[in-house]
């Protein structure tokens, strides 16, 4: 696939889509796994993702993530991201949020409501089972209980 030098974001965005597809494409499985970027059996069961779009999905939420400034890979322009803020600056705000994503997703990828939301929650508890995200509930049950009674 030539280079070419994309003219917006959402141009980079179909371009690295594109080219996640090709590499599924010449070694089927590339994606498979429990890794944020790949999509397990389980996953593709109980968000119920369509594995055919599956490359499509993840590059949007990455695109998202690097739009909101979280993620720092050299696969994005940050060019094109800051002009792309510039443009929706109503989704510049320091929270992330299934809406949001899903705005962002039908803005930038014409993604469905549905992908979208499936996307995000396979996502987000992507984090949790990796131990980033930590619920309040499970914090207050890690704390010895030595600790606990003293306080």
Known sequence: ???VKPATLKDQLEILIARLAAKEAAR???LD???WWQ???AEEEVFAIDRDRFSRLVMTHHCYEAFKHLSDSPEWDEALIEQARQDHSEWCGP???QEEFAGFAAVFDGLTGREAHATYTKQEFWTVRLGVMVYADERRSEIPPEKSEST
């Open 95 to 97: 929270t992330l949020s």
């Open 39 to 41: 999509l397990s059996e």
């Open 33 to 35: 796994g429990d890794d």
């Open 28 to 30: 089927p499985g590339a």
């Open 1 to 3: 696939m030539p280079d």
